[in-house]
């Protein structure tokens, strides 16, 4: 099993088929599970076998073949589903920590991280923000009491790259786990295990889905850490995922790498057309040799990915009058799915952030974050480049 090939067991690991020898993984829509017997059931709460179901809150046959197909991709021993994203980057830090303890985190994040670092705030939790990319600013944040570094891999909406073999080397030395929030990477150019990752987190209603249809979340890590703190604090609190979204999230896998590569490859063509163009102040792509971490990019990735981010010189304005005039792009926020899309996030995403923390995290007013698709690189090229004239 562990020796076949990515794609391959993006297709078949974690299938689990009734007695009828369903091709298509099934869709158990139940909740709960009937037990033949009250002896039954009490040996079923007492343990748990491995294709046991107790409530769908606890798991669920399709949950499980999306959790087992996760950690198989991802090369890890286990993983849990959640509700979303979000779900899933809540559960695998509050159940790290308690009053008292420390996190260091990159402030180049996601706007809804940062509000559950301040949660966990308002718990008694320290919480000591760096620039994610200066491995001396993690060291020197370093505290006895330091339980997890957090961080994205490459920063949404900056795509600031981060060293995780870096990060996770001073982690380590200091006794703390790293939490890696690995969506703008994708599973398909993650070697976060490799690098020492301790624990993964997905938003599956990103690249994983791939068509925008539902919220998903996973977090991967040691069996111990997954079936016991991650397992004990999320099926507790509500944030497992839908057999449902299971069911969607498992076709979107079997596609997964097919439409991450495509969709990397127009990002490249795009950055690479416009780059240098006279209304940008920057073209921001990983992949583009003059992006500050390109070197440490293709090493950890081997690509640049499927996200750039375009800084207008004239601001809010001129990205606005860029925004209107895309006619293949779409005006939305979710980012990984077959159809492009473009962001601005100083008034959307991040809106909730002050200007002054924006300004700390090059979130510029003139910003514009596009998730490339995977439709023809040459049409997308002609609507950005066309939209870029009419600034
Ligand atoms: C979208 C996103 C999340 C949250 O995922 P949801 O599925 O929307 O809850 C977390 N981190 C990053 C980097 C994201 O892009």
Known sequence: MTDRKFRTRLVHDGIRRSQYGEMAEAMFLTQGFAYPSAEAAEARFLDQGADEFIYARYGNPTTRMFEDRMASIEGCEDAFACASGMAAVNGALSSLVKAGDHIVAARQ??????????????????????????????????????????????SNPGLEVVDIAGVAQIAHEGGAVVVLDNVFA???????????????????????????????????????FIRGPLESYVKHTGGAMSPFHAWLLLSGLQTLDLRVRAQAANAAAV????????????????????????????????????????????????????LNALEIVSLSNNLGDAKSIATHPATTTHKNLSEEERATINITPGLVRISLGIEDGRDLVADIVSALSAV
């Open 109 to 154: 994040m996601f706007g809804s991280c940062l509000h559950v670092l301040k949660i966990l705030q308002g718990f008694g939790v320290a919480v000591t923000l760096v620039d994610g990319t200066k491995l001396d600013a993690w060291r020197a944040a370093m505290r006895p009491e330091t339980k997890i570094c957090f961080f994205e891999s490459v």
């Open 271 to 322: 950055a690479t057309a416009v780059a240098g163009h006279a209304a940008l102040a920057r073209t921001i792509y990983p992949g583009l040799i003059d992006h500050p971490q390109h070197a440490l990019a293709m090493d950890q990735m081997g690509s640049g990915g499927t996200m750039i981010a375009l800084d207008f010189a004239g601001g809010k304005e001129a990205a606005f009058r860029f």
């Open 186 to 224: 994708s599973p398909v150019f993650s070697n976060a295990v490799a690098l020492g990752a301790d624990i993964i987190v997905y938003s599956a209603t990103k690249h994983i889905d791939g068509s925008g249809r539902v919220l998903g979340g996973v977090v991967l890590g040691t069996r111990d």
